[in-house]
């Protein structure tokens, strides 16, 4: 397991959770057990990132491309989702964590939606750590929304399209709210950002990691941070003026 330094530590982490289809079928299992494992993993990145201080977590839960997995795959995500809202209600409230969840969330059903929004609000002034999962998310959705609402309030007269900007855009994304991710993880061996926060990787270190989702555990998160600390020794990740 690598050192990792808690002065340079990435403020917002975004992970790309992929592998748990194939963790599954080298067991002989059927995908749901993938799944379920990731489940346990979530739990326990969670608990890691918020013991290390990291300031947000974006966790690429359900993408809008994953509505196309078969109905029984898609149902056993949500009623893991579900079960994983419930069952951390209390130490999310506990420790101080704030969970929001970005994407088009009126898509999800009605069963996660009353164990999401009531945490949402319950934990919305909570400040150690935000957790924010994306669901049924997709970042090229998510700037097409932003830029709809821009063009409606510039026929509206309210916003001049000049002052249309790279920021003021970076300020409307939701999935940006907790600052651009630092550090974007993906699990699995895939090397690609499959449609995740694509805005705020403009800067963002990219780490891939071979490791399948469900075995992921300390060790893996501490070598990726340790990756990134590595490569932003030479530079300020947060200073903008001497990023690029
Ligand atoms: C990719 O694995 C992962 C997902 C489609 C979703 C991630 C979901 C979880 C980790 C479990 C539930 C989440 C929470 C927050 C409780 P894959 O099926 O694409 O894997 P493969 O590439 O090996 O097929």
């Known amino acids: 397991m690598s050192w990792v ?15 748990n289809g194939r963790w599954a079928t080298l067991r002989g299992e059927d995908r749901q057990a993938g799944h379920k494992a990731g489940s346990a993993a979530v739990r326990r990145i969670v608990r890691v990132s918020r013991r290390l201080g990291i300031s947000a977590l974006t966790l690429y839960a359900f993408s809008e491309q994953n509505w196309a997995r078969p109905q029984g795959e898609v149902e056993a995500l949500m ?43 319950a934990s919305s002034e909570n400040e150690k750590m935000t957790l ?24 509206a007269g309210q916003i001049d399209p000049t002052e249309i900007t790279a920021k003021l855009i970076a300020s409307r994304i939701p999935s940006l709210s907790v600052g651009e991710p630092d550090l974007i993880l993906r699990t699995g061996g895939e090397q690609r950002l499959s449609n995740f926060l694509l805005y705020g990787a403009a800067n963002a270190e990219l780490v891939f990691s071979d490791r399948l989702w469900p075995d992921f555990d300390e060790a893996d998160l501490f070598d990726a941070i340790h990756t990134y600390q590595t490569r932003t020794a030479a530079y300020s990740p947060h200073d903008e003026s001497r990023r690029g």
């Open 5 to 19: 330094e808690a002065r340079n530590l990435p403020r917002h982490v975004g992970i790309i959770m992929d592998g």
């Open 79 to 121: 009623g893991l989702l579900e079960e994983f809202l419930k069952s951390e209600r209390d130490e999310i409230l506990d420790n101080g964590i704030r969970l929001v969840a970005i994407g088009d969330t009126g898509r999800l059903p009605e069963f996660v939606r009353e164990s999401l929004d009531p945490l949402a609000r």
């Open 132 to 155: 924010a999962l994306a669901l049924s998310y997709g970042a090229r959705e998510e700037i097409a929304h932003v830029a709809r609402a821009l063009a409606t309030a510039a026929i």
